[in-house]
């Protein structure tokens, strides 16, 4: 506008354009507005599964023989996501692939999309028939409070399946899918101040010996278990030589002292029980000490989420200015609520 002023007036600054912009409403209605919007309750999810997330990832222009969708299901609380491929996207094939989920991870209590609460809806019907006894109810439709942790995951899910594919030499999308999947799980989430597998399941994900402290050029050599069972005796044999000296001392003096060869039997019979006691102990605090790591773990998701909660409310309040009355103000329409060619704002008047 300010290049076709030149050819015919002077002096018509930048601010008077705009003004003018300001005022035009086929250009208020035409503008974007800023995706992100108002956020007024952020909703923080206070254990596993208690808010599922599913969005379908659009790969027809790429797609991988009869794969066309990516399926993409999170847990709101830990952000563990998994990744699927599907063929079309229909409710009964989606439905099919969440039933996979379930059956291992368990089903959510509340079952969010942003692809309407129709299809929503036809999907917990299609699970009710193939699973009888489960009841999920549907999440809030275009709730963007919630909604936004997943279409972030996408496009991170994206980005990773494009460097995998560019590192593999592939177009084979679906096989990249599960290690894009483990990749995202295992990668530190600055929401949850964790990763999302430390998060699900309280440790740090194993990759194999690679994630032991074997040394790296014995690991290449490994063929079989004995072969490992051999290194570690022979590293368990080194570290006994360090201390031979101070072993054979205590060694000596308990053979003093105990010179008669039946209290020493007896004492080997009480250590060898004392000894299975030892490990059932210590068994069962392994198990303990996991069960109290996934408590504090989740326990550490949910205080970052509640902080996260208070940023993203203070970001807002920020960002959009409460409105006065008699203010006119830009209204932005979701794109499934529109046509191509309608106006992609409507312009309301605060009373």
């Not at 699927?84 to 039933?99: G, I, M, Q, W, Y």
């Not at 994900?205 to 004995?226: I, N, Q, T, V, Y």
């Not at 069972?229 to 003093?256: T, W, Y």
Request: proline share 3%; glycine share 4%; with cysteine.
């Amino acid at each position: 506008m300010i290049k076709e002023l030149q050819c015919k007036y002077k002096n018509i600054t930048y601010e008077i354009v705009m003004l003018y912009l300001s005022l035009c409403i086929q250009c208020q209605t035409k503008q974007k507005a800023p995706r992100k919007g108002i956020v007024v309750k952020p909703i923080i999810s206070s254990e596993l599964n208690s808010r599922c997330q599913i969005d379908l990832v659009d790969m027809q222009t790429c797609k991988d023989g009869e794969y066309k969708f990516i399926l993409n299901y999170q847990d709101h609380l830990t952000k563990f996501i998994q990744l699927r491929p599907l063929k079309s996207k229909t409710a009964e094939e989606v439905a099919h692939n969440l039933l996979h989920i379930f059956l291992t991870f368990g089903a959510p209590n509340i079952l969010h999309s942003d692809n309407g609460r129709e299809f929503v809806n036809k999907i917990i019907t299609e699970l009710c028939l193939m699973w009888d006894g489960v009841k999920i109810v549907h999440g809030k439709p275009r709730h963007s409070q919630t909604q936004g942790s997943i279409e972030r995951a996408n496009q991170d899910i994206q980005n990773l399946l494009r460097a995998w594919m560019y590192e593999n030499n592939t177009n084979k999308w679906a096989d990249g899918l599960y290690f894009v999947q483990f990749t995202k799980n295992t990668a530190y989430h600055e929401g949850i101040k964790q990763s999302p597998y430390e998060a699900m399941f309280g440790t740090k994900a194993k990759m194999g010996l690679f994630s032991s402290s074997l040394p790296r050029d014995k690991l290449h050599e490994l063929e079989s278990e004995e072969h490992l069972e051999n290194i570690i005796k022979n590293m368990n044999s080194e570290n006994i030589d360090r201390e031979s000296l101070q072993e054979s001392s205590d060694a000596d003096q308990h053979d003093n002292n105990n010179t008669d060869s039946e209290n020493i039997d007896r004492e080997s019979l009480q250590e060898s029980s004392d000894d299975e006691q030892h490990e059932k102990k210590m068994s069962n605090k392994s198990i303990s000490r996991r069960k109290e790591k996934i408590i504090l773990n989740r326990e550490v998701a949910i205080t970052n989420l509640q902080v996260q909660a208070v940023k993203m409310l203070r970001t807002s309040k920020q960002k959009f200015q409460p409105a006065n009355v008699g203010e006119t103000v830009r209204i932005r329409v979701p794109d499934v609520d529109r046509s191509k060619m309608d106006p992609q704002n409507i312009l309301a008047v605060v009373y």
